[in-house]
């Protein structure tokens, strides 16, 4: 099993929809959850850092689940520049920042 | 000013030949990384440097041998190239890879590298 599974992609919305990406992770001892964005040949970038309370940050909502081992993403009113790969990140226990990173969700959205 | 980069940004090299990839941060973080994506876009860490010492070496092939001069440099060198070494290589660095919950990693443009 991988230690990051996100959904497979492609998602391809239309401008203004909403979209909602899951993942879920196998070290219960994680300690800290991200979502990081991609864009086609470029390096990837935080989009936000996720909270056992929930957090969100203008159209993006992020979601943790600490006894589910879930995270999601929650993007309303997509934009075409939202189009990208988002990576759904954990860090490993011990102490070190040791990043996780799922395989990637890609989103599409079109006019 | 470029917080993380790294050179070259591409490289096509011959198969058997030994190559280095230079990174250099201006943060003033402590922590420095490796990743390689793959084919397939997975990243994964190779190794983890925190103020010059190695902390993170996952099961990466001995033929690469990361060097760290300074806190704000780590390179990378690969000796005896292979085919399946072909893949995007990112720099990363952060300012606490010890203990410190929620620490953002900045990411280098990534150096392409071709095995051919």
């Known amino acids: 099993r991988k230690e990051v599974e996100q959904d497979p992609g492609p998602f391809n919305v239309p401008e203004g929809a909403t979209v909602a990406f899951n993942c879920t992770y196998s070290n219960s001892a994680s300690q800290s959850f991200f979502w990081y964005r991609q864009d086609c040949r470029k390096e990837p970038k935080l989009l936000m850092s996720v909270y056992s309370s929930g957090n969100e940050d203008g159209r993006f909502t992020a979601q943790l689940n600490r006894a589910s081992q879930y995270i999601s993403l929650l993007i309303r009113d997509s934009k075409l520049s939202d189009s990208a790969t988002y990576l759904c990140?954990?860090?490993?226990?011990?102490?070190?920042?040791?990043?996780?990173f799922g395989a990637g969700t890609r989103l599409a959205v079109h006019p | 000013d470029t917080a993380v980069s790294q050179t070259p940004k591409y490289l096509v090299t011959q198969m058997g030949n030994d190559k280095s990839i230079k990174c250099e941060q201006n943060l003033g973080h402590d922590t420095m990384y490796w990743y390689k994506q793959d084919s397939k876009k997975f990243l994964k860490i190779m190794f983890s440097?925190?103020?010059?010492?190695?902390?993170i070496n996952e099961t990466v092939p001995n033929r690469f041998s990361p060097k760290s001069p300074d806190k704000a440099h780590l390179n990378l060198h690969i000796n005896s190239l292979e085919l399946g070494d072909s893949a995007v290589y990112f720099c990363?660095?952060?300012?606490?890879?010890?203990?410190?919950?929620?620490?953002?990693?900045?990411f280098g443009q990534g150096t392409r590298l071709t095995v051919v």
């Open positions: 440097y925190n103020n010059k010492e190695l902390i």
């Open positions: 990363a660095s952060s300012q606490d890879g010890r203990g410190r919950m929620n620490t953002e990693a900045f």
């Open positions: 990140v954990v860090t490993a226990s011990g102490g070190y920042n040791k990043l996780i």
